[in-house]
């Protein structure tokens, strides 16, 4: 079975600056998905950024990148020019893609992102 | 708005009691999740649909849960017995390819 950890429970950034949550995970597949969502303070939860695992290149969204290591099954986020917005509950996830139809997420315990005025 | 819904957002009720949740998936999605979230955690797999056939159910959801989706539209979620660690967020979420949406949960207490 695929875990994913969260091992930061809490980070804090000063706004404008730049944070990176980590994240690794474990699975013995060589094709899978990882994601992180933003959970908002009684918000629901949004996809943030995606990565195929095949693809080498690290996906970016605007603000938002990540850092994937596949070897070291790694899959970092990195927030730049953070916003008051941004602070919000992030949870890396990992979807198996051997398994046909059902694509169930495995999360993270997440992470408690703080942005300071 | 054509986003995922839930009903209710909030439920309170006495252990033993049975309570059902609703979720109404996007529209066309036919794929539809639900997760168990508890306070600190992330989110856990519960149950998954595909269309009105439900293919896959965690061992986290013992036989005092069940849930249907009758005609691949909405679905709902129902807990007999409820104990008080059945206490959590329960998240529901759809798909139709490789993005879930998600809802905005139904936050249940049992006292």
């Known amino acids: 079975a695929q875990t994913v950890t969260q091992s930061q429970p809490e980070m804090s950034v000063q706004e404008a600056e730049t944070v990176t949550l980590s994240c690794t995970y474990d699975?013995?597949?060589?094709?899978?998905?990882l994601f992180w969502y933003k959970q908002p303070p009684s918000r629901q939860m949004i996809l943030v950024i995606r990565q195929e695992a095949y693809k080498q290149q690290n996906a970016t969204e605007n603000r938002f990148s990540v850092n994937f290591q596949k070897a070291a099954k790694s899959f970092s986020l990195k927030i730049s020019d953070s916003q008051l917005g941004d602070a919000a509950m992030y949870f890396c996830?990992?979807?198996?893609?051997?398994?046909?139809?059902?694509?169930?997420?495995?999360f993270g315990k997440g992470i408690t992102l703080s942005v300071r005025p | 708005d054509t986003g995922v819904s839930q009903d209710p957002r909030h439920k309170i009720t006495k252990r033993g009691q049975n309570v059902t949740f609703r979720c109404d998936p996007i529209?066309?999605?036919?794929?539809l999740y639900w997760y168990r979230q508890t306070l600190g955690q992330g989110p856990e797999f519960l149950t998954y649909?595909?269309?009105?056939?439900?293919?896959?159910k965690s061992r986290l959801l013992s036989d005092r849960f069940s849930a249907e989706r009758p005609k691949g539209s909405f679905s709902t979620l129902e807990i007999q017995r409820t104990e008080q660690g059945d206490s959590a967020m329960y998240l529901c979420?759809?798909?139709?390819?490789?993005?879930?949406?998600f809802g905005p949960g139904t936050r249940l207490t049992v006292l």
């Open positions: 649909f595909q269309n009105e056939a439900q293919l896959e």
């Open positions: 529209s066309e999605h036919n794929r």
């Open positions: 979420a759809s798909s139709r390819s490789n993005e879930q949406f």
């Open positions: 699975t013995s597949e060589s094709d899978y998905y």
């Open positions: 996830a990992y979807r198996s893609l051997l398994t046909e139809g059902n694509s169930k997420l495995t």
